[in-house]
């Protein structure tokens, strides 16, 4: 399955709440453990078609890279994650599904150093 990047930022978009032991959480507060490792669900009030996926994960060869990755849960498409302290160089190419707004990051080279978001 795949979705549009207007169906992707709807998905973004949606307000999303926690669910553990069947509770939706008004917030949740998580013990640090190396490495970090940890899987919420997540549901919107808002559209009850969907249910999310939200991913933190700490890396065992880079101690403070930490990946946060949400996405649908049924459809397990990516929608976002932030990475830190993990460098690599963006395509050169231009796809013709970029959003506009990402043109400008072609054949960018992120350092460990530079957190950045892939969409």
């Known amino acids: ?10 998905l973004l978009k949606l307000p999303k709440k926690i669910v553990k032991n069947s509770q939706i959480l008004e917030k949740l ?9 940890e899987k919420f669900e997540l549901l919107s009030d808002k559209d009850d078609d969907f249910t999310f996926l939200f991913e933190i994960s700490q890396s065992k060869k880079h ?16 929608l976002l994650r932030v990475d830190y302290n993990s460098g690599h160089k963006n395509p050169e190419s231009i ?11 072609a054949g960018k080279e992120f350092t460990n150093k530079e957190h950045h978001v892939h969409y």
Request: aromatic content about 14%; charged content about 20%.
């Open 95 to 105: 796809s013709p599904f970029l959003p506009e707004k990402f043109h400008a990051f």
């Open 1 to 10: 399955m795949k979705i549009s990047n207007e169906q992707a930022e709807y």
């Open 63 to 78: 101690s403070i890279r930490l990946n946060f990755h949400c996405q649908e849960n049924e459809s397990k498409i990516g």
């Open 29 to 37: 507060t998580i013990s640090q453990k190396f490495p970090l490792n």
